[in-house]
């Protein structure tokens, strides 16, 4: 047998899901089919990150155990010519027959999107949380360096976490994070109010708890528009209280850009 690395990008927007769920559609389930045409071989991949549904991904990973003669490094074009439209494989290699993606040290990187135009942008009506208001860029960004190094991040974790709900523990380490404005369409000119402009979070860490990147970005947007200031943000830390914090954003702009394996 060969344990196979996938790396895969796929269109959240008609999935329950990465994970399983009976009688729904998730792109694990897109992917054990695929495989199991590709080679006969009964199959069910492990993937590295359990997305929610609508969330989007550029670079999740997933392994799978194959007799298959096809070469590791060619699986990803194999495997694409069987998989729908919304499912890619980025890239595939061998790994070893024990690696497993979720027990590998690891940093991941997130971004949330947010389009902030008066007028919702139909380039990015799956892709961004259409928020209509005007932001603070510069608070936002005064405010998420306080989610930097290691926290209790309790206040920004969906209490339903089956981490926290077993006993886990909500330590986790944010190891880079910034507040972007930009406009996708250039000048303005001829719109009526704001149009394309666009606000991105990029947040990266070893470890996330359930909803978590989704909180920190709905509490970044309560700080852009001056409900809450960046030592709130560092109270909600201290609180470990999630009815402290802001919103849940919309899980259609997020999107899982990489995972690097350390």
């Given amino acids: 047998m060969t344990r196979i690395l996938l790396t895969i990008a796929y269109d959240g927007t008609d999935f329950c899901g990465f994970q399983l769920q009976p009688g729904l559609r998730s792109v694990e389930g897109e992917l054990n089919a695929a ?13 590295a990150s359990r997305t929610d549904s609508g969330v989007h991904a550029l670079g999740n990973a997933a392994v799978f155990d ?16 069987v998989l729908p439209d919304d499912v890619r ?9 024990d690696w497993h993606p979720r027990h590998q040290n690891c940093e991941k990187t997130y971004i949330y999107r947010v389009d902030c135009g008066y007028v919702p942008s ?17 608070r936002m960004q005064e405010a998420a360096v306080r989610f930097l190094g290691e926290h ?10 089956q981490v926290l709900m077993a006993g886990g523990s ?14 996708t369409f250039g000048s303005n000119e001829g719109s009526d109010g704001r149009f394309g402009e666009l606000v991105t979070i ?6 996330f708890l359930y909803n978590m990147v989704r909180i920190m970005a709905g509490t970044l947007l309560d700080v852009g528009t001056g409900r809450f ?8 830390l201290e609180a470990k209280d999630r009815t402290k914090a802001g919103m849940t954003a919309e899980a259609k702009g997020l999107c899982l850009k990489e995972i690097r394996w350390q």
């Fill in 66 to 81: 194959t007799e298959s003669s096809i070469p590791p490094e060619r699986f990803a074009n194999a495997l694409n010519t």
């Fill in 202 to 207: 990029e947040v990266t860490g070893t470890g």
């Fill in 229 to 236: 200031t960046a030592d709130d943000v560092t109270a909600m």
């Fill in 152 to 161: 209790d991040f309790t206040s920004f974790s969906n209490p339903k976490s």
């Fill in 170 to 183: 909500p330590v986790r380490t944010i190891t880079g994070i910034r507040v972007k404005q930009e406009n």
């Fill in 89 to 97: 494989a980025v890239a595939s290699r061998e790994v070893a027959p």
């Fill in 122 to 138: 139909p380039m990015d009506s799956r892709y961004a949380m259409h928020f209509p208001r005007n932001l603070d860029v510069t």
């Fill in 35 to 47: 495989i199991t045409k590709l080679t006969g071989e009964e199959m069910t991949v492990i993937g």
